[in-house]
């Protein structure tokens, strides 16, 4: 994500962003978003593209940089935000917790990016939670499901009726 030399750090790569995109013009219902695991804001702020009118995007995330030892320098609510104004008038609904600590309404969700906490049972539980509240039709993404051996990845697999490979 960059914008007049201003370049978001992040982990959303360039083919997955597409793959988003893509799929969310094609057949992303009505209905708000939901991402878990925000950091910087990367993949928020594309998905802050994505938003069309009355709709709102949930952000979940609890912008601690020592999480994970410390990888994740200068990680605040703040910078979040800073770095999406940079692109969109509006911030999201950002909700500073854990993914276990938020509920929203089910079936209210057209895409849920899951994107948090990438250890195996967190992320079961991630996706446990995140199916019942997307919408009819609503779009499951799953970040890394390549990259990771376990966890987040491993739970993707096993529940592909609802997750979309990208
Ligand atoms: C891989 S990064 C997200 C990358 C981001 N989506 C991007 O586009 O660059 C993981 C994020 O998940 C957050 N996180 C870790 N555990 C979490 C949890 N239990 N609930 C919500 N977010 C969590 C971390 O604070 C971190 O910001």
Redesign the pocket.
Known sequence: MRRMGHQV????ERDDARMIVRLAMRQRPEGDML??????????ILLGYLLRQGESLIV?????SH?RGGL?PG?SRTAFEENYLRYHKQLPDVRQ????EISVVPGSMSLI?L????LLD?AQADVDRAIPWLAKGGLLVV?DFDLDARGLAEVARSTTKVAYRV
């Open positions: 750090m992040g982990f959303l991402e878990v695991g925000a950091l910087y804001g990367r993949s928020a979940c995330d609890p912008f601690e999480l994740w990680l917790c854990r993914s276990s990016h994107d948090g906490d990438h967190a970040n």
